[in-house]
């Protein structure tokens, strides 16, 4: 089993860049297929990005495509979210989350508690 913490949310204004950290603990998580989801007040929770064991494999979704960058430090045994060029409507609480296979629905096992990021105009 793998606990998730994220942190390096905050407020910032559009155009920013903000660099979100997902560090486990209690399991390598060199073991997991990592993802990034999202929530805003009102909607449901969204896919953000995802990641394979072996960071061969890395997705998007359409919206952060070009602008979130998704990595991961084994050694370290952290996963990174850098959000550059942020936009009001990526105002939301983000979540990361553990899996055994990478995918980009909410097949994850392990979830964190999230962070806000809040992006003004």
């Known amino acids: 089993q793998v606990q998730l913490v994220e942190s390096g949310g905050g407020s910032v204004q559009a155009g920013d860049s903000l660099r979100l950290s997902c560090a486990a603990s209690?399991?390598?998580?060199?073991?997991?297929?990592m993802g990034w989801f999202r929530q805003a007040p009102g909607k449901e929770r969204e896919f953000v990005a995802a990641?394979?064991?072996?960071?061969?494999?890395?997705y998007y979704a359409d919206s952060v495509k070009g602008r979130f960058t998704i990595s991961r430090d084994n050694a370290k045994n952290t996963v990174y979210l850098q959000m550059n060029s942020l936009k009001p409507e990526d105002t939301a609480v983000y979540y990361c989350a553990a899996a055994r296979f990478i995918a980009t629905n909410e097949r994850y096992d392990y979830w964190g508690q999230g962070t806000q990021v809040t992006v003004s105009s």
């Open positions: 990641i394979s064991r072996s960071a061969i494999s890395i």
């Open positions: 209690g399991r390598a998580v060199s073991t997991y297929a």
